[in-house]
């Protein structure tokens, strides 16, 4: 089992690749001709957005834990 100062790098890691794949979809949304598919991608990206808020606050609280 990982210490909560294990886990940080994993956290950050991840939180990097959301950040990324966000950017992606609107990228890909603003080329996107069609309507219904706007509309899809700007669902995940409202989703990626709240998993992205609550990694930031959980990885916040994590690093005031370890220290």
């Not at 990982?2 to 080329?31: C, F, S």
């Not at 995940?44 to 834990?65: K, Q």
């Amino acid at each position: 089992m990982q210490t909560v100062a294990e886990m940080i790098p994993d956290y950050k890691q991840n939180l990097d690749a959301l950040r990324a794949r966000r950017r992606e979809l609107i990228a890909e949304r603003e080329l996107e001709p069609r309507f219904e598919r706007r509309h899809a991608l700007t669902v995940r990206i409202i989703r990626l957005d709240g998993i992205i808020a609550s990694t930031t606050a959980a990885l916040h609280d994590m690093i005031a834990y370890a220290d």
